[in-house]
């Protein structure tokens, strides 16, 4: 039996079931979804909304050949995957040194997406009905299931949404919070700059910290206490180390009189040992033996979960704590199967913090689909690199598409020292991002004081941090139109530009709200100057640093020195801002209220809350709507009266209004009492104290002062390839390439070469061009394996010159046969691995769970340390493998000195006759594969065997033995079976030379 519900006309649930159970307590992702409206099939058997058609033929489950959904954009059928699938987020981005694969989310250029919910677990909620949300008013709470999970239900039902908003992706946002919950709005102080570093602190030392800043005029907002404020004794603690701080309480009330927030590190997953101060009673509490042996962590125990919060976190909350980092929860499994720990305790603690009138907030890795709810989210460790800052920019900006809106990155990078240019683009970019955290590694080489670095890092990086205090009100806002939309602050150009290629092709680059466009320089200078390209969206632009009018819909060369940070505004834009210094970036005052306006019609609206507390949620939040009209010299400010109010807000104020870019004006006309003055192109009104409800209109004859700068003429070519390495995206193409031709045009002839099995080449001539022109490599990935390289050689004709640019890439991409299941042994006896039940021990080994690992095609390479060999995807970015106990993680103390065992298994079903290499980092000694019980032999010149698999089924078992720990991480990584063609190339997973299945007009 089959069940359709629409929960708006273009967000369908489908539901199967033999029996007709269907369940509909809330999941993980779908919180709100009792509020559905059922569909029933018209005369016809069509289910129908005003905007799409759905088919269904039998009463079996959902399939290619019994159901078709028509919508304007197509038609779709259960199995399809969306080639042009955009955006997306990942759980982590430790390690990662540049594009990182992500995991979809609810938009694609095909115009529809799944959010599959079959078998997630369920909530077993005690809590009352929630009423009925008619929308998602502001004072609607975030989330109402407050209790805890049960196990999924049946696995042989389907439980999935399809998004079908075409190229409306703002609507399907809309639609995806109605039903998942919506993104709260952070404290403001999260907001601002944040000092942290993995280092052994004592409270002197950071006392120190924050006198350094406030003598280098430099702001502060958050102070993070990394893993050395508990004991160290293990990755998880909760008992202060007073020999570094000897008096937390007073520590932490001194934080509070600097007007500093404090978060403390968390790694939980070890459970409660034997050294905690509060051991004793915590195992009491659960009927725990207080006998030194560990109480277990189990997060969906509600007794233990209990006691987590009321004896670990809220004691240390007593004496001063602001809230927690979960620096990593170790997996995504638990004692439960199918809930994944870490969005679990994202859920848990948010709830947690929300109480008392706080505004809940965590700092922890990304949960999956419906962690949108749960903000900031924690990207990771890594790696120092510009590949990796550059990168940073787009993941930010593309997650707004699983409405990850809140990504904190280190800023500096993690792993390695970090050279000063390198350091100062990194600060730059953490001024326009979500958090601005400045963080690094143990290591004492390791500098992110801006001060510690020279004169003129120092002074770049102030200029940055300048423009991150003037327009903070800026991100206020856009923290609340997340909140309402569920459009995150920064996104990506192709959000509100579905259909331009440019748009596509434009990297490194994101739009804050609507009006201000963000292109930071993400590569090193060369003789000096840093130059880059920027795409700007049809309309007009201005440079915020040099005031520069540029016409969009086009790319611009910008350049400039260290102290160059590409914004542009949108012509017309009405910001709210706030140019007043103070200590701290979200200190920010309610008696003025400052607007800055750039030559133009348009609008613009500061939003305020408190800042802190649970007020928003009863619509305590006020608006005030500053609108800008333009005739020819003739400009008309109409401000409107402050709607609604907060605590805090005073009930008469000032406002100031800054006119940027405008000659001395002829005419001012107001208010009685209003004061103006006009200073270097910018003309400031001082609307005289009134109450905050009463309007103005300001009547102003100035003219559109002219820019001293003259843009950047290119004298010759740039030719910028961006390759594709995200696998969705690789299957529309494979790279975007923009010319850009110098001043007086240019001819271009460019030639795509592919060399696989057969060499391909396609030449393209453009002739001559005085425009930018974005061009699509002709080769596509076609979701097979292979080795793809391929070049481009752009030859570039102007006046009497002549110059050749050519650009070649590899792209590994190895698809294995099968799925590995994987356990890790205490008993090096073992014959094979015989039954791997992610729920029971295997083969008697009580200590340890095996674990599965499902479809890693789209997702989970980069889920952090876990203990798995990928047969699906070997992708560039391979992860080591991790070791897990009951509890999530392993317990590496107890196994330091022990050797230990990894088994996988895989089984395999082959159509066609097939020849296969194994490929594995592994000590020849220690490894050994079997095929249906058959051991290949393996010696030190044959350790990569390659085999011939017949068609039929086949069991193929990986085993090493006798390793440390160590060892294992080290050597036990992407066992790989990688099929090749009859002459041993690695199969081709090159595509046609065309866009593949995308509707024409996207």
Sequence with gaps: ????????????????????????????????????????????????????????????????????????????????????????????????????????????????????????????????????????????????????????????????????????????????????????????????????????????????????????????????????????????????????????????????????????????????????????????????????????????????????????????????????????????????????????????????????????????????????????????????????????????????????????????????????????????????????????????????????????????????????????????????????????????????????????????QAMLGEDLLIAPIVAPMTGGRAERSVWLPPGAWVDLQTGLRHEGDTFVVVEGDLNRVPVFVREGAVLPIDPRPRGAIADLDPSELHFECWPGSGQGVAIEDAGEGDGWQRGEIARTRLQQARTGDEVTLTLHGTEGRFPGLPARRATHIHLRNTGKPKRVEGPEGMEWTWADRTLHLVLPTRLVSEGAEIRIHATVAASSNAPVALREPRTELSPRYDRRQARVSLADLVLLPPADGAEAVVTWTAQQVRTERISQCTGSISRPVVMPCPFSWNEEAGAIRWEVEVTWTWGKEERTDKSACAWDLYTGLGEWDIALLRNPDAAQVTDLDPQRPVLGASEWFPQRYRDLREESLLDGPRLWCDSKLAHRFGRNIGMFAPNGKMQEDALREELIHVAAVTEVEVVETVRVKFQAKALTKTLSIAVNGRELPLDEKNFTPVIELQPGHHRIQAKLVDLDVAQAIRYFRMLTLIPFEEDGTPLTGLGEPRERSIPENA
């Excluded at 998880?236 to 570094?244: A, E, F, R, V």
């Excluded at 730059?428 to 690094?440: D, E, F, N, V």
């Design 1 to 508: 039996m089959f069940r359709i519900t629409a929960y708006s006309n273009r967000l369908i649930r489908f539901q199967y079931h033999p029996q007709g159970s269907f369940d509909d307590r809330p999941s993980f992702f779908a919180q709100h979804r009792e509020h559905g409206r059922e569909l029933t099939a018209d005369a016809d058997g069509v289910y129908r909304t005003d905007a799409v058609e759905i088919r269904v033929n039998g009463d079996g489950p959902f399939t290619a050949e019994n159901t078709e959904v028509k919508f304007p954009m197509g038609t779709w059928r259960p199995g399809m995957t969306p080639l042009g699938a955009l955006g997306g987020t990942t759980r982590t981005l430790d390690g990662t040194a540049g594009d990182p694969p992500t995991s979809p989310g609810y938009l694609s250029r095909d115009g529809w997406a799944v959010v599959d919910d079959s078998g997630t677990v369920r909530f077993a909620s005690r809590d009352p009905a929630p009423p009925a949300p008619a929308d998602t008013a502001i004072g609607a709470p975030v989330t109402r299931h407050s209790s805890f999970v049960i196990s999924p239900g049946d696995p042989r039902g389907q439980d999935f949404y399809l998004l079908l908003h075409g190229h409306d992706f703002a609507g399907a946002l809309a639609d995806v919070i109605k039903l998942s919950g919506r993104p709260p709005p952070p404290p403001r102080a999260v907001l601002g700059m944040w000092w942290s570093r993995y280092w052994r602190y004592s409270d002197q030392d950071l006392k120190d910290i924050v006198a350094e800043f406030r003598a280098h005029d430099f702001p502060l907002d958050v102070l993070v206490l990394d893993m050395d404020w508990h004991l160290a004794k293990d990755w998880s603690g909760y008992t202060w180390n007073k020999d570094l701080f000897p008096d937390p309480p007073a520590f932490l009330q001194w934080c509070h009189r600097q007007e500093l927030k404090v978060t403390l590190n968390l790694h939980p997953s070890n459970g409660v040992q034997a050294f905690e101060a509060d051991y004793a009673d915590f195992a009491k509490a659960l009927g725990h033996p207080a006998d030194g042996s560990r109480v277990a962590f189990r997060c969906s125990d509600p007794a233990f979960m209990e006691q987590y919060f009321r004896r670990l976190h809220h004691p240390r909350e007593d004496e001063g704590v602001d809230f927690w980092w979960m620096d990593w929860q170790q997996g995504d499994v638990c004692e439960m199967h199918g809930l994944d720990p870490l969005a679990w305790l994202n859920h848990l603690h948010h709830l947690d913090h929300d109480r008392a009138d706080r505004r809940g907030v965590m700092l922890s890795r990304w949960g999956g689909l419906g962690g949108h709810r749960y903000p900031i989210q924690f990207s990771g460790d890594t790696h120092t690199k510009w590949e990796t800052l550059a990168s940073q920019v787009d993941f930010t900006a593309n997650s707004a598409a699983s409405m990850a809106g809140w990504w904190s990155h280190d800023i500096g990078g993690h792993l390695q020292p970090t050279p000063p240019e390198l350091y100062t683009r990194w600060v730059q970019w953490g001024c326009w991002s979500p958090t601005l955290r400045l963080h690094s590694s143990n290591n004492p080489k390791h500098e992110r004081r801006p001060w510690a670095y020279s004169p003129e890092v120092e002074t770049a990086c102030r200029v940055a941090v300048e423009m991150r205090l003037r327009y903070f009100p800026v991100w206020i806002a856009a923290s609340h139109r997340f909140t309402e939309t569920g459009v995150a602050p920064l996104a990506p150009m192709w959000f509100a530009h579905p259909t331009a290629p440019a748009a596509h092709a434009a990297r490194h």
